[in-house]
């Protein structure tokens, strides 16, 4: 499959890690293969990329799509993928900040929009919150993530892992874990074990929010203040206490469970009380 190897492209450029941005570069072709075939790419697919590194996964996305759009911060990298990636006309590089990037500039009218990437660790989490929260036009996210930020996102309620990453995750997407992989299948070697994960965007949210503003700030509070009752952990909310009695009421809630109990359903019909309450009374 690969003509050339990640440790090869390394070495002829004399190209440097660096630590602090996550770079920890794929050598095992069965993973890079496993993230291609787990992301069901198709020539029909426009494919925005995370972090290329020096382009190997990079390679397997743009034989088989429409095209791909990588972007990248390091710029030592951006002359390497440039040359090394030079034969394929549906390459487009970006040296930026994937946080800062307008991904609705990227995508225009494309319609079949894949996001596939070994994402920098460091910033997994808020790169996954900045895709859904943004509300941009993908059909699915297949990541090579930390495996103990996979916990994190299929958790349940009563589990020390559940808490905002899990629903907003949950809330958005369905998932499915595409493989586990070792330390042994990067350079440098990573101290954590890593999955990769394919999170398919829903065509609607999986529960009915009348305000996702006020949906995201609740479950935030409940799980900022995991050790405290869901009433006091909503006092943060700063709403009148009869009301916030009257929601907890309405949606059949006792307030003195912890937020780390609640289904997303039931965080969904708090907010919904909430909002109702809020919006007949004012
Ligand atoms: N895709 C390559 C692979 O699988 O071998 C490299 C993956 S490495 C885990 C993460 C990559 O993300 C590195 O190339 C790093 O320079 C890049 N990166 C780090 N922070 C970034 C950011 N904020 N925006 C875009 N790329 C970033």
New binding site residues.
């Given amino acids: 499959m690969n003509q050339v190897s ?1 440790k090869d492209i390394v070495k002829k450029y004399g190209f440097k890690f ?1 630590k602090s ?6 050598i095992d072709d069965s993973v890079l293969m496993d993230i291609v075939e787990g992301a069901e790419v198709n020539s029909e697919d426009f494919i925005i ?6 382009g ?3 390679r397997e996305l743009l034989k088989r799509s429409k095209k791909v759009c990588s ?4 710029s030592e ?1 951006i002359p390497i993928l440039n040359e090394e990636l030079k034969e394929f006309d549906n390459f487009e590089l970006i040296h ?4 800062k990037v307008n991904f609705n500039e990227l995508i225009g009218d494309e319609k079949s929009v894949k996001v596939v ?7 997994t989490t808020p790169i996954i919150a900045k895709l859904l929260n943004e509300g941009y036009n993908f059909k699915s996210l297949t990541i ?1 993530i930390q495996k103990e930020v996979g916990e994190r996102i299929a958790a349940k309620p009563n589990s020390k892992d559940y808490g905002s990453l899990s629903i907003l995750v949950q809330y958005y997407c369905d998932t499915k874990i595409i493989r586990k992989v070792s330390p042994a299948s990067f350079i440098p070697q990573p101290k954590v074990e890593s999955i990769v994960i394919k999170l398919d965007k829903l065509d609607k949210p999986r529960v009915e929010v009348k305000d996702e503003k006020l949906f995201f700030r609740l479950c935030r509070e409940a799980f900022n203040m995991r050790r405290k009752t869901l009433w006091n952990a909503s006092k943060n909310l700063k709403l009148d206490s009869k009301l916030m009695e009257e929601a907890f009421n309405c949606a059949e809630i006792d307030p003195k469970r912890r937020g780390e109990t609640l289904s997303l359903q039931e965080f969904a019909n708090l907010s919904n009380a909430i909002y109702s309450l809020t919006h007949t009374k004012s």
């Fill in positions: 990640t660096t941005l996550g770079q920890n570069f794929l990329e995370i972090g290329p590194g020096v190997t996964l990079t972007i990248e911060l390091d990298l930026k900040d994937a946080l990437a070994n994402l920098p660790y460091y910033v090579m």
